[in-house]
Nanobody
Framework: VQLQASGGGLVLAGGSLRLSCTAS????????VGWFRQAPGKEREFVAA????????PYADSVKGRFTISTDNARNTVYLQMSSLKPEDTAVYYC????WGTGTSLPKGYYYWGQGTLVTVSS
């Protein structure tokens, strides 16, 4: 399976962006998917995940109330709607398949990482 993340760009603080993660070669319908981000010089950190049926959506505390993860199984796409963006949200955002299906926040629990999309939030 290959994942393609897209939708990144430059946005002013307080603005919004919607990231997309589209899979090819396999459907998302039976898998959980997560979003991570990595800022320059920092470790990759968990942002959010969604179970295959959308029933479980854990979020990192830093994005709760501002980001929303959702899935469109018909389009084989997982979205990350980001609002009230802050400069500290600046990072490369990656999506990946949850190998354990638990919505874990550990990067080692994910595989089939996409190539990442850059989000830059300017103050």
């Amino acid at each position: 399976v290959q994942l393609q993340a897209s939708g990144g760009g430059l946005v002013l603080a307080g603005g919004s962006l919607r990231l997309s993660c589209t899979a090819s070669g396999r459907t998302f319908s039976n898998y959980a998917v997560g979003w991570f981000r990595q800022a320059p010089g920092k470790e990759r950190e968990f942002v959010a995940a969604i179970s295959w049926n959308g029933g479980s959506t854990p979020y990192a505390d830093s994005v709760k109330g501002r980001f929303t993860i959702s899935t469109d199984n018909a389009r084989n796409t997982v979205y990350l709607q980001m609002s009230s963006l802050k400069p500290e949200d600046t990072a490369v955002y990656y999506c990946a398949v949850d190998r354990w299906g638990t919505g874990t926040s550990l990067p080692k629990g994910y595989y089939y990482w996409g190539q990442g999309t850059l989000v830059t939030v300017s103050s």
